[in-house]
């Protein structure tokens, strides 16, 4: 099994001073290492981090959900991490399904443990929400091939291997998609495992809308007819 010291728990954050503190507070309890990419915030988030206990790193500016998760696996290869885990800083994620995650990867030989709320739970996943993501999931296995149930999860483990296999270009929420893309192209094996996502109305705000997920879905399917 991974020592919970060797996983590095990737935390891209803009503007989430009010939640960074308890969602580093709980990942380092857990024993694993911290690492918050602050994304240009404008608030206390790169503060508040560092005083729970992650290593921070600061963007100047806003690049992206994206770039800041590929900023934060370039560090943690750099660190020789066992594991890397994205984790997201408004409080979605839950600590306990990181283990769950890391042990997928050692059972099964595989590079990749994506999480899927729609194999575990989503409690006050809105139905619109609900839709556009099987709507996208359903796109992804066209395009990729890959035989997946939750295309949008933030929650994801991967080995050194698997995080030396992507490279970001989309900094924004269209990244997702192209992080699976890369995964089908690296023809390195994933699993998918039962997560919870906890929908709350401070997550729900800070969230793309339906609108902005439309536009990612209609922008990909372009770049996929123009290739």
Known sequence: MVSPAQVYVVIPAYNEGPLISRVVGEVRRAGYTAVVVDDGSSDTTAQQAGAAGATVITHLFNLGQGAALQTGMDYALTQRAEVIVTFDADGQHRVSDISRLTDALVQERADFALGSRFLGQAPNLPLLRRLLLRAATIFTRLTTGLELTDSHNGLRAMTPRGAAAIKLRQSRMAH????????????????????????????????????????????????????
Do not use: M
């Open 176 to 227: 997702a998609s192209e992080w699976l893309a890369q995964i089908a192209a690296s023809g390195l094996r994933y699993v998918e495992c039962p997560v919870t996502i906890e929908y709350t109305a401070y997550s729900l705000a800070k969230g793309q809308t339906l609108g902005d997920a439309v536009l990612i879905l209609l922008d990909l399917f372009a770049r996929r007819l123009y290739r």
